[in-house]
């Protein structure tokens, strides 16, 4: 009977600690992206102990092979998470995060590099990894999946698209 006390005292001691934890954020995920390649940074904390891993996405390999090995210097945008108290953080990286895993968004770039070249998917690269034109520029993209007959047209289109769906944001 002696070990009783102490084993209470333990497991009261940790579950008063995991409350509180809880209470006080102990707990915490979330995911950033990175505005420069699309990589997914997926961070986590329990209690006070922070655990981090770096996840290529399709967008990521695309810029990879583009980049031809050029380091970069990671630019972290906060995308979602949550934990603790805090049950649903978004962050304003949050479209970028589907734009970064979209097959038809990497589909569309590769064409666009078979047809005009390094510098025209760079471009598109660039708007897919804004913030504020992700949306607009994985939507003009989709079109250039669809095997069009006329690529050069289709592109054109896909231009015009973008402008236009740009142009009406503030």
């Known amino acids: ?12 001691g940790g579950l008063g600690i995991t409350v509180l934890a809880y ?3 102990g707990f915490f995920g979330g995911r950033e992206v990175c ?3 699309g990589r997914v940074e997926v961070t986590s904390r329990a209690y006070w102990i922070p655990s981090r891993r770096i996840e290529e996405t399709v967008l990521s390999r695309f810029h990879d092979k583009l980049a031809a090995g050029k380091e970069h210097e990671h630019q972290w945008l906060f995308a979602h998470g949550g934990g603790g108290v805090v049950t ?10 589907a734009s970064v895993r979209s097959e038809k968004a990497v ?3 590769e064409e666009i590099r078979k047809h005009h070249g390094d510098a025209a998917a760079k471009q598109w690269l660039d708007r897919l990894l804004d913030p504020k034109r992700t949306r607009d520029a994985d939507i003009a993209l989709r079109p250039l999946t669809d095997d069009p007959d006329d690529f050069d047209i289709a592109y054109e289109e896909a231009e015009v698209e973008f402008a236009r ?5 503030p």
């Open 23 to 25: 209470l006080n954020d």
């Open 88 to 97: 649903c953080a978004l962050g304003v990286g949050g479209d970028l995060t």
């Open 35 to 37: 505005t420069r390649c």
């Open 165 to 169: 769906r740009s142009s009406m944001k």
């Open 107 to 109: 589909q569309g770039l």
């Open 1 to 12: 009977m002696r070990w009783m006390k102490p084993f209470l005292f333990a497991l009261f």
